[in-house]
């Protein structure tokens, strides 16, 4: 009896997470089979909701050898063309943030690595809390895993906000490893992670508010797009 090819990215998760071959992998990312499993099925809980992306074998006249991946409902797949073009955060020696009044900074991060460990980068959008997008970072950082990217553009982020002399912010990131580890549900155990994590305590008590969320990946699209943006550019 033919298997049935996944046609979703939830039924892609779930044919993974009934693979023979999950130690093989698990193995490559440095995780047991149990905790690749867990992970597996958060990430295919998180995209039921956005269950619209479907999975093809391309066009062969269009994209010789390639597959594709195709959005329907009206929205597209997210790549750097489809963010807005935003003043670089480096750049900027003053708050972006508007001159009156208290307001929050609100913070989207996003670490890439491809090979986990291999090259990596950092993404990251600053934005008026519930308002216009502000600035925008990406930087490539070397070799480095997930989540040593996931924390170093954290560190990034609160840093150029202390030299803005912001002291409300906001931040959203879709690790939840990271912001488990910043609620302080989880210990932070790595010897490469706990230095990062120092960092963002020693950055975070000069704030007045400070607040860390989970979100969805589909909801940090532009801080992913800028981690990738960085990896792709030419040195």
């Given at each position: 009896?033919?298997?049935?090819?996944?046609?979703?990215?939830?039924?892609?998760?779930?044919?993974?997470?009934?693979?023979?071959?999950l130690?093989?992998?698990?193995?490559?990312?440095?995780?047991?089979?149990?905790?690749?499993?867990?992970?597996?099925?958060?990430?295919?809980?998180?995209?039921k909701?956005?269950?619209?992306?479907?999975?093809?074998?391309?066009?062969?006249?269009?994209?010789?050898?390639?597959?594709?991946?195709?959005?329907?409902?009206?929205?597209?797949?997210?790549?750097?063309?489809?963010?807005?073009?935003?003043?670089a955060?480096?750049?900027?020696?003053?708050?972006?943030?508007?001159?009156?009044?208290?307001?929050?900074?609100?913070?989207?991060?996003?670490?890439?690595?491809?090979?986990?460990?291999?090259?990596?980068?950092?993404?990251?959008?600053?934005?008026?809390?519930?308002?216009?997008?502000?600035?925008?970072?990406?930087?490539?950082?070397?070799?480095?895993?997930?989540?040593?990217?996931?924390?170093?553009?954290?560190?990034?982020?609160?840093?150029?906000?202390?030299?803005?002399?912001?002291?409300?912010?906001?931040?959203?990131?879709?690790?939840?490893?990271?912001?488990?580890?910043?609620?302080?549900?989880?210990?932070?155990?790595?010897?490469?992670?706990?230095?990062?994590?120092?960092?963002?305590?020693?950055?975070?008590?000069?704030?007045?508010?400070?607040?860390?969320?989970?979100?969805?990946?589909?909801?940090?699209?532009h801080?992913?797009?800028?981690?990738?943006?960085?990896?792709?550019?030419?040195?």
């Amino acid at each position: 009896m033919a298997t049935r090819k996944p046609e979703t990215l939830t039924g892609l998760l779930k044919t993974l997470e009934r693979s023979g071959d999950l130690r093989s992998l698990a193995r490559e990312c440095g995780l047991s089979v149990r905790e690749l499993r867990r992970r597996l099925s958060i990430w295919r809980r998180e995209l039921k909701d956005t269950d619209d992306v479907v999975v093809t074998g391309g066009n062969p006249a269009e994209d010789p050898g390639k597959a594709k991946a195709s959005r329907v409902g009206g929205r597209k797949k997210a790549d750097a063309g489809d963010w807005p073009e935003l003043p670089a955060a480096g750049t900027l020696d003053k708050s972006p943030l508007p001159a009156r009044g208290r307001h929050i900074m609100e913070i989207f991060t996003d670490g890439a690595s491809r090979g986990n460990p291999g090259p990596a980068s950092v993404g990251v959008v600053f934005k008026l809390k519930d308002g216009v997008e502000l600035a925008e970072y990406c930087e490539a950082i070397g070799r480095a895993t997930n989540n040593v990217a996931e924390y170093r553009a954290v560190v990034a982020a609160l840093e150029h906000c202390r030299r803005w002399k912001v002291r409300r912010v906001h931040l959203n990131m879709d690790s939840e490893l990271i912001v488990r580890q910043l609620h302080g549900t989880y210990r932070v155990k790595s010897p490469d992670l706990r230095p990062l994590y120092q960092q963002v305590v020693f950055l975070s008590k000069g704030l007045e508010e400070f607040q860390v969320k989970h979100i969805k990946r589909a909801l940090n699209g532009h801080a992913d797009a800028l981690a990738n943006r960085a990896l792709d550019e030419p040195a």
